[in-house]
Every structure is written in C-alpha cells, then in structure tokens.
T-cell receptor
Framework: KQEVTQIPAALSVPEGENLVLNCSFT??????LQWFRQDPGKGLTSLLL?????REQTSGRLNASLDKSSGRSTLYIAASQPGDSATYLC?????????????FGTGTLLAVQP | GAVVSQHPSWVICKSGTSVKIECRSL??????MFWYRQFPKQSLMLMAT?????????EQGVEKDKFLINHASLTLSTLTVTSAHPEDSSFYIC??????????????FGSGTRLTVV
C-alpha cells in the first residue's frame, strides 16, 4: 500500500528565504507526482505535476524534482513571500484497480514572515 | 482551464439528518470523480471513486450506506451523508478527471464543503 509522507510538518521562514519541502513515497510504481497548495478552509490549487519519466518541472519561483528510485520529491520555493504561506501537499498517482487514484501526503504548513 | 464547482461551500445540519454535496464539472466531461475527506490539520483521505454511470468504489473503512455517491452524468456527482452525526463533521472535497483535460494524469479539485453536524 502506497504511503506518502512529507517533512517537515510545519515550517516558518523569514521573507526572501529559499526553502525546500520534502515528499517521500513508499512504492516507486507511480504514474506521476503532483504538488498542490491549500489555503485555510479552501480547496486545492495544482502547482506542478511531474510525470514518472521526468526529473523536474518548473513554474516561476517553484521547482519540483522527482527521484522515483529513491521514492522522493522536493518542492523548491525561491525568494519566499508572505503570500506563499499555505499548506503544501504532494500526491502520488497510483494504480487503483478500476481507475488510478491520488494518494496524498501529510502536508507541510508553511508560514513566511514579513 | 478545467473548472470544478462544489456546493455548498459550508453547511450546518442537525444530527440525524442527511446532507447532499454537489460537484459539477463546468467545462469538461468528468469521466471519473473522487471524493475526499479532510480532518483539521490532516491530509486528504480518499473516500471513494466513481465512474459515470457505474457504482462507486469505496475505500476500505468507508461505509457505503452512510456516504452515498451518485455519478449519473458526465458533469455531476453527488455525495450524500446520511443520518449525519457529529463525528461526520469534516471538510469534504471532490476531484474530477475527464477526457482531454489538463496534463495527462491531472486532476481538478472543487473548493470543498465544510460540514458541521450539531
């Protein structure tokens, strides 16, 4: 059974810092790995999606990497801003029988201090 | 881009009553919909998967008679919490995947429904 874990559970940094969020998954047989952002009481916003054949994806100040063999993904945020404060979730797309399904990590609560 | 509308965004109901949550794909055909549950400060837990016109597939530990899922059309899926109790209070989020929407393997999420049972 696929398990997805994120470290750290919470992170507080001053504005302008570069930071790395970590995601680990136990089964390397994934189709892709996605990173989402969730603001308090809200739904999910997709940030980046890395296919299993890819190593990384970039969007603006965000860069996500994927190492399937070691079961790890990282989300790098450059020059953090207070507006980046949110919970960040990674999710692995796995085979689910009749249909594939997303298995979510435990999340990292990020606070960027102005 | 693909948009999923979820209603209501919040609901308060009395214990013992039933609550229906709707999830609509606005600009694409959602061949598969997923329902998640999220407790405070925890991650999303998949409850069930539904394919249009088929019965939903429930995850282990999820009571199918308590959480009724209907996916009767390619644009609408509903989750009904029957005989709700305070322990059913949670944040429920739907997700949809359709034909030709977004990158391969991409999912679109609704904005969530905060259910409080009193």
């Amino acid at each position: 059974k696929q398990e997805v874990t994120q470290i750290p559970a919470a992170l507080s940094v001053p504005e302008g810092e570069n930071l790395v969020l970590n995601c680990s998954f136990t089964d390397s047989a994934i189709y892709n790995l996605q990173w989402f952002r969730q603001d308090p009481g809200k739904g999910l916003t997709s940030l980046l999606l890395i296919q299993s054949s890819q190593r990384e994806q970039t969007s603006g100040r965000l860069n996500a990497s994927l190492d399937k063999s070691s079961g790890r993904s990282t989300l790098y945020i450059a020059a953090s801003q207070p507006g980046d404060s949110a919970t960040y979730l990674c999710a692995a797309l796995v085979y689910g029988g009749a249909t594939n399904k997303l298995i979510f990590g435990t999340g990292t609560l990020l606070a960027v201090q102005p | 881009g693909a948009v999923v509308s979820q209603h209501p965004s919040w609901v308060i109901c009395k214990s013992g009553t039933s609550v229906k949550i709707e999830c609509r794909s606005l600009d694409f055909q959602a061949t598969t919909m997923f329902w998640y549950r999220q407790f405070p400060k925890q991650s999303l837990m998949l409850m069930a998967t539904s394919n249009e016109g088929s019965k939903a597939t429930y995850e282990q530990g999820v009571e199918k008679d308590k959480f009724l899922i209907n996916h009767a059309s390619l644009t609408l899926s509903t989750l009904t919490v029957t005989s709700a109790h305070p322990e059913d209070s949670s944040f429920y989020i739907c997700s949809a995947r359709g034909r030709g929407t977004g990158p391969p393997g991409g999912y679109t999420f609704g904005s969530g429904t905060r259910l409080t049972v009193v």
